[in-house]
């Protein structure tokens, strides 16, 4: 089983940018890879994706133009970088795979995601 291992969060301030990266055990390269976040009594919202392939990338509205999903499967690494950071942003931002084909569309939804990680908590103060 491949483990996730989330990094890079923290406390900043509204307009700075931050970059979180996921970690994982094994090869990454029959995952589509995404970002999740959660607010405390809330449920948890897909953030970005990008598709095993590297090739395709989806982006929840709140976050397009902002954020930019990336990957290195060398590393066994996906990448967030997150810029223009907004209160509205703060959350535990957790990593996901979805063991896919290569036909397969990305998925947004939580129950797609075999394996998570962690999380990481980033807070934007105003």
């Known amino acids: 089983q491949v483990q996730l291992v989330e990094s890079g969060g923290g406390l900043v301030q509204t307009g700075d940018s931050l970059r979180l990266s996921c970690a994982a055990s094994r090869t990454i390269q029959r995952y589509t890879l995404a970002w999740f976040r959660q607010v405390s009594g809330k449920e948890r919202e897909f953030v970005a994706a990008?598709?095993?392939?590297?090739?395709?990338?989806s982006y929840s509205d709140s976050v397009k133009g902002r954020f930019t999903i990336s990957r290195e499967n060398s590393k066994n690494t996906v990448y967030l970088q997150m810029t223009n950071l907004k209160p509205e942003d703060t959350a535990v931002y957790y990593c996901?795979?979805?063991?896919?084909?290569?036909?397969?569309?990305?998925?947004?939804?939580?129950?797609?995601?075999?394996?998570w990680g962690q999380g990481t908590q980033v807070t934007v103060s105003s």
């Open positions: 990008i598709h095993r392939n590297g090739g395709r990338s």
């Open positions: 996901a795979g979805d063991n896919v084909i290569l036909t397969a569309p990305i998925a947004t939804d939580t129950s797609s995601y075999e394996i």
